[in-house]
């Protein structure tokens, strides 16, 4: 019985390659079995130029990250509107990707509150005098 799981031995004792041409094969004839050779042949010479070019992608790739360690990844949520429109920047070729068009609205958004971002600023500040001050009340044990 015949199972998609198990393969069939085969009869002849010799072990079967899809790749090879066989010899023996009447119903080839000697030109079809030229251009099949000649296809493999043209297939195997162009392995090498891919891996190369394969590595020097990986090369590149690399490159980028180094270069980036700068740039922070950031995961956000945004909501189908804000989605739509960083598509249309990046199909309108203003931005090369989604995330890029992201990082420029957060830096313009930043720039733009940058009053707000300041009295943030002040506020930790006093933050942290408050701290310090109730961490000074704690070490400072009455006599």
Do not use: N, W
């Not at 042949?41 to 891996?51: C, H, V």
């Not at 950031?74 to 960083?86: F, I, R, T």
């Not at 940058?114 to 002040?122: C, D, I, N, P, T």
Request: proline share 3%; aromatic share 4%; glycine share 4%.
């Amino acid at each position: 019985m015949s199972s998609p799981y198990k393969k069939e031995e085969s009869t002849t004792g010799e072990p079967i390659d899809d790749l090879m041409l066989r010899e023996d094969d009447a119903d080839s004839s000697s030109d079809e079995r030229s251009r099949t050779a000649s296809s493999v042949r043209d297939i195997a010479s162009r392995i090498p130029e891919s891996l190369s070019a394969i590595g020097r992608d990986i090369s590149r790739t690399i490159e980028k990250a180094i270069s980036a360690k700068d740039d922070y990844v950031v995961a956000v949520k945004v909501s189908p509107e804000a989605q739509e429109k960083l598509e249309q920047l990046v199909q309108a070729g203003v931005f090369r990707s989604r995330a890029e068009a992201a990082g420029f609205l957060i830096e313009e958004g930043i720039k733009t509150q940058s009053a707000l971002f300041e009295r943030v600023r002040q506020k930790l500040a006093e933050i942290e005098r408050l701290r310090a001050e109730l961490r000074g009340l704690i070490t400072d044990k009455p006599a």
